[in-house]
C-alpha cells in the first residue's frame, strides 16, 4: 500500500524567506501527484498538479517538483508572505486511489 | 475553475440522530466523488468512492451502514450519518473527480 510522509511537520519562517517541503512517496507507479493548500476549518485548495511524466510545474511564487524513482516531491516556496501560513498537503494517485501525506503546517511570522 | 460545494458547512446534533450532508459539483458533472473525514491536525481519511448510478466503496474499517452514501446524480453526492455518536463528530470534506480531485469547503460536525 502507498504511503505518503511529508517533512517537516511543521514549520516556522520569517517573512520574505524562500523554503521547502518536502513530500516521498513508497510506490514510484503513479499516476500523478498534487499539492494542496488547507486553511484552518476549510476545505483543500490545489495549488499544482504534476503529471507522471512531468519533472516540475510553477505556479506564480510556487513550483513543485517530481522524482518519480526517488519517490520524492518538493514544494518550493519563493519569498514566503504571512499569507502563505496554512497547512500543506501533497497527494499522490494510483488509478483512482488518492493517498494523502500527513501534511506541513506553515507559519509565515511578519 | 470547477467548484464543488457543501451543504451544511457545520451542523450539530444530538446522539441518536442522523445527519445529511449534501455535496455538489456546482459547474461540472463529476462520476465519482470522495468522502473524507478529518481530525483535528491530521491529515485526510478516505471513508469511500461514491460512483454515480452505482453502490459506493467502502474503506476498510468504515461501517457502511452506519455512513450511507448515495450518488443519484452527475452532480450531487450525499453522506448520512445514522444514529450519530459524539465519536463520529469530526470534520468531513468532499471531493469531485475530473482528472484531478476538487474538494468541497467541509462540513464540521458536532454530536452532543
Known amino acids: 500500500k502507498q504511503e505518503v510522509t511529508q517533512i517537516p511537520a511543521a514549520l516556522s519562517v520569517p517573512e520574505g524567506e524562500n523554503l521547502v517541503l518536502n513530500c516521498s512517496f513508497t510506490?514510484?507507479?503513479?499516476?500523478?501527484l498534487q499539492w494542496f493548500r488547507q486553511d484552518p476549518g476549510k476545505g483543500l485548495t490545489s495549488l499544482l498538479l504534476i503529471q507522471s511524466s512531468q519533472r516540475e510545474q510553477t505556479s506564480g511564487r510556487l513550483n513543485a517538483s517530481l522524482d518519480k524513482s526517488s519517490g520524492r516531491s518538493t514544494l518550493y516556496i519563493a519569498a514566503s508572505q504571512p499569507g502563505d501560513s496554512a497547512t500543506y498537503l501533497c497527494?499522490?494517485?494510483?488509478?483512482?486511489?488518492?493517498?494523502f501525506g500527513t501534511g506541513t503546517s506553515l507559519t509565515v511570522i511578519p | 475553475g470547477a467548484v464543488v460545494s457543501q451543504h451544511p458547512s457545520w451542523v450539530i446534533c444530538k446522539s441518536g440522530t442522523s445527519v445529511k450532508i449534501e455535496c455538489r459539483s456546482l459547474?461540472?458533472?463529476?462520476?465519482?466523488m470522495f468522502w473524507y473525514r478529518q481530525f483535528p491536525k491530521q491529515s485526510l481519511m478516505l471513508m469511500a468512492t461514491s460512483n454515480e448510478g452505482s453502490k459506493a466503496t467502502y474503506e476498510q474499517g468504515v461501517e457502511k451502514d452506519k455512513f450511507l452514501i448515495n450518488h443519484a446524480s452527475l452532480t450531487l453526492s450525499t453522506l448520512t450519518v445514522t444514529s450519530a455518536h459524539p465519536e463520529d463528530s469530526s470534520f468531513y470534506i468532499c471531493s469531485a473527480l475530473i482528472n484531478e480531485q476538487y474538494f468541497g469547503p467541509g462540513t464540521r460536525l458536532t454530536v452532543t
Open positions: 510506490d514510484s507507479a503513479i499516476y500523478n
Open positions: 459547474d461540472f458533472q463529476a462520476t465519482t
Open positions: 497527494a499522490v494517485r494510483t488509478g483512482n486511489q488518492f493517498y
